[in-house]
């Protein structure tokens, strides 16, 4: 059985006279104890996926399932298997942590639930915070708290929607520490982040959205190794030449240009010098996930 | 088809969260109503005390004092559900309730519930602080129980409506301030509707918060403008009414599942 399931989800939004395709036909499965990765650019639909696995949103047409729990017939049983840290820093400023923690355990029907909340508050490093107003804490340790409030009820499928954008180092490292040992214990993560390099680390599979479709679907590593796989690296001041411009990463004077093997970097460098570029600081080295997944947004995408 | 505990099992947690919100702001949401009570008990009842007697051998202060009770019971219990939702939905905390296996009975069963409490609660400290100006009696108290519970789960159950409704604070104060206060105000809280000119009199008989307020007095002094079993008849029916659509929104997610 899946964790998650995604089966054909469409979802048409409508604003005034415009109508927004935001998905088109999404497809995929995430299995049991995966760590599974969800990119894709600001709009390509992320958030409305998760949106209706959680039961926040619903699917124009298609079909969700949490655990084997369809997520609108089922709901409740997909809901209880379901730990969802939503994107947005939003608190209920009556409570202290511990009171929130409590009451959301309380909605899943859990009376006593101490013990287990002490061990998230240790884990997030919120101990010392535990009676503190929610109003009181900085937004690195709200973030923390939300990331508790999904646990209370150790869901066995744990969704994250960029839940390190614009967190702090300290808070990313205790946080991907933690998920990575409820992952090992077997709970299964739905994971959406800009840190490319986060995805690269963590996820053992990686889904890409673009446009509300699936572009690409396939294990880290096979990602990798599928697209160009060496990153040649440079300075210059002077202009490229066109047909590589259009291939190139530039940020400030650092230039960033995919190649697909050695032979394909000699004619890379020969057609710079041809072209009078002159080139500082040369590196080359091994494709990141940031330049497939550039690559693969710029182009038509791999077979999914 | 749910068991019991899948289909109103969650609802003591969120109600118990409810409760706790006004209560930890108590002064702002129990006092403050009871002290405004009061002001109007003083200030209607210095003025007009020798000047209206509706009741035979009732002063208007006494008479006054049931409506303002019911007057606070109605407009609490509307507060406490429809700023509680509108304030989860702007601040955007709704979405930990909307996570949660909790079904839409569960729902009702919390917001109705907190409403009512607090209603009761103002209704009571207003009637604790009145009757010791003006002692009303109880001359039929199992009445004023009927329509005190009646009017608070009506209430709540309307806020909890207007809350899934408005998008914005000023589209909740147009609620209160256009729908909710009007029906009070008209619905015989200061005089009975018998003083009024027929036609008021035939537009009061369509407002059900009317047939609240009457059938509330009846529990203290026995006498009512009409009887207290077809206020029971109207109330209780507007009550199923709403309740039946605050059900029916909390389950297809009016506003609240996109």
């Known amino acids: 059985m899946s964790a998650i399931s995604f089966q054909h989800i469409t979802k048409t939004f409508t604003s005034g006279p415009r109508t927004v395709q935001a998905l088109q036909g999404v497809s995929f499965d995430i299995a049991e104890g995966e760590f599974f990765g969800l990119l894709g650019p600001n709009g390509a ?32 049983a997909a809901r209880r298997a379901l730990g969802v840290v939503p994107q947005e820093l939003v608190f209920d400023p009556f409570f202290s942590v511990r009171e929130t923690l409590r009451i959301q355990s309380g909605y899943f029907g859990i009376g006593r639930n101490d013990a287990w909340i002490d061990e998230l508050l240790h ?21 923390r708290v939300l990331v508790a409030q999904a646990l209370v009820h150790r869901p066995p499928v744990i969704v994250l929607d960029e839940p390190t954008a614009g967190v702090d180092v300290e808070l990313r490292q205790t946080l991907w520490h933690f998920i990575a040992r409820l992952n090992r214990e077997g709970h299964t993560v739905l994971l959406t982040t800009h840190y490319l390099e986060e995805a690269e680390a963590l996820c053992q599979r ?76 040369l590196e080359i080295g091994r494709a990141d996930l940031e330049t497939v997944f550039l690559s693969i947004m710029q182009g038509q995408g791999v077979a999914a | 088809m749910m068991g019991w505990r899948d289909s109103v099992g969650g609802a003591l947690p969120l109600f118990r969260k409810e409760v706790l919100r006004f209560w930890k702001v108590s002064f702002q949401t129990v006092a403050a109503p ?23 051998g009732v002063a208007y202060t006494r008479f006054l004092v049931p409506g303002l009770v019911m007057m606070s019971v109605l407009q609490n219990a509307f507060a406490n559900s429809s700023s509680s939702l509108i304030q989860s939905k702007i601040t955007g905390n709704l979405v930990f309730v909307l996570l949660t296996p909790l079904s839409h009975r569960a729902w009702f069963l919390a917001y109705v519930g907190a409403s009512l409490v607090r209603g009761l609660a103002v209704g ?38 207007a809350g899934l409704w408005a998008e914005k604070f000023d589209q909740m104060a147009a609620f209160q301030n256009f729908i909710i206060m009007p029906m009070t105000f008209l619905s015989g809280v200061f005089y009975s509707v018998h003083s009024l000119p027929a036609f008021w009199q035939g537009l009061s008989h369509l407002n059900p918060f009317f047939y609240l307020i009457d059938g509330f007095r009846r529990g203290f002094f026995g006498v009512s403008d009409v009887s207290p079993w077809i206020s029971l ?14 059900l029916h929104l909390l389950r297809i997610g009016y506003k609240i599942r996109h």
């Not at chain 1, 998760?50 to 709901?75: C, E, F, K, P």
């Not at chain 1, 884990?123 to 973030?143: I, P, T, V």
């Not at chain 1, 880290?220 to 590589?244: C, E, I, M, N, Q």
């Open chain 1, 45 to 76: 639909g992320k958030t409305t996926l998760i949106s209706i696995l959680a039961g926040l949103s619903r699917a124009s047409s298609g079909q969700a399932r949490v655990m084997g729990h369809d997520v609108r017939t089922d709901y409740q």
């Open chain 2, 233 to 246: 008849g109207v109330v209780a029916s507007a009550t199923l009414g709403v309740s039946a659509l605050a």
């Open chain 1, 206 to 281: 990686i889904g890409m959205l673009k446009q509300g479709a699936l572009v690409a679907l396939d294990r880290t590593s096979a990602l990798l190794a599928g697209t160009a796989s060496t990153l040649v690296r440079f300075k210059t001041d002077d202009p490229l030449p066109a047909d590589l411009a259009t291939s190139a990463r530039v940020t400030g004077r650092v230039v960033q240009l995919p190649a697909a093997d050695a032979t394909a970097v000699e004619q890379m460098l020969a057609r710079l010098r041809e072209a009078g570029c002159r080139v500082d600081d």
């Open chain 1, 123 to 143: 884990e997030l490093g919120l101990s010392d915070k535990a009676d503190a107003n929610m109003r009181q804490l900085s937004g690195g340790m709200k973030r």
């Open chain 2, 124 to 161: 009571f400290g207003v009637f604790a602080v009145t009757a010791w100006f003006a002692p009303p009696g109880l001359a039929e108290p199992a009445w004023a129980l009927v329509f005190a519970l009646l009017g608070g789960t009506l209430l709540g159950a309307l806020g909890l409506i």
């Open chain 2, 34 to 56: 009871v002290l405004t009570a009061v002001l109007y008990l003083l200030i209607f009842g210095h003025v007009l005390e020798e000047h209206v007697e509706v009741f035979d």
